[in-house]
């Protein structure tokens, strides 16, 4: 089974910062991988999916890039409302494993 | 749009049986697999195991398989998620989920 592992487990950085999430698969995979954002006491929403491909209505700051077994979730220009935890997902095959999650403050 | 509405808060305990419900519409309801998701008070998301609705051929996380039980009614376009004897460490919320929608949650709470 491939496993994902996600990293940092969190981070701190100031508005308007640039921030890089990534999650490193265990061996090599289709492009089937989201990234959610969960903000406290809200339901999980999908960002990005197919590992680059923005979902309708997310704002342009977000981006989703893969380089091998790595895919990283890209934050650009950081916002108080993008205070959240950030999770990736694989989804074309069983398990559909979720990545540990990301906690994302601003300093 | 994809809307997934899930039944609401249980009370259980421990011993008993639950089931809950997520019924979507909005969307082709065949076409997607739902996804059941687990989170623990704090913790990070869980996944259960997956159902295709269109001929209900289900695949569990080791880590769930055997405790609980996904099924699906396409001619109501409801999944299920079934425990036959709850305990304790059950309490969290589930999701269902598809890749471009979520259900409301159900918080399910188990305690003698």
């Known amino acids: 089974d491939i496993q994902m592992t996600q990293s940092p487990a969190s981070l701190s950085a100031s508005e308007g910062d640039r921030v890089t999430i990534t999650c490193r698969a265990s061996?090599?995979?289709?492009?089937?991988l989201a990234w959610y954002q969960q903000k406290p006491g809200q339901v999980p929403k999908l960002l990005i999916h197919?590992?680059?491909t923005l979902h309708s209505g997310v704002p342009s700051r977000f981006s989703g890039s893969r380089s091998g077994t790595d895919f990283t979730l890209t934050i650009n220009s950081l916002q108080p409302e993008d205070v959240a935890t950030y999770y990736c997902?694989?989804?074309?095959?069983?398990?559909?494993?979720f990545g540990q999650g990301t906690k994302v403050e601003i300093k | 749009d994809v809307q997934l509405v899930q039944s609401g808060t249980e009370v259980k305990n421990p011993g008993e049986s639950l089931t809950i419900s997520c019924r979507g519409s909005?969307?082709?309801?065949?076409?997607?697999?739902i996804n059941w998701v687990r989170q623990l008070p704090g913790e990070g998301l869980e996944w259960m195991g997956t159902?295709?609705?269109?001929?209900?051929?289900?695949d569990y996380s080791p880590s769930f398989q055997g405790h609980v039980t996904i099924s699906v009614d396409k001619s109501i376009s409801t999944a299920y998620l079934h425990w036959s004897s709850l305990k304790a460490s059950d309490t969290a919320m589930y999701y269902c989920?598809?890749?471009?929608?979520w259900g409301q949650g159900t918080l399910v709470s188990v305690s003698s």
């Open positions: 159902i295709d609705p269109n001929d209900s051929h289900t």
């Open positions: 997902q694989k989804y074309d095959s069983a398990p559909r494993t």
């Open positions: 989920a598809v890749l471009t929608g």
């Open positions: 909005g969307y082709s309801f065949i076409s997607y697999w």
């Open positions: 061996q090599g995979m289709s492009n089937s």
């Open positions: 197919a590992a680059s």
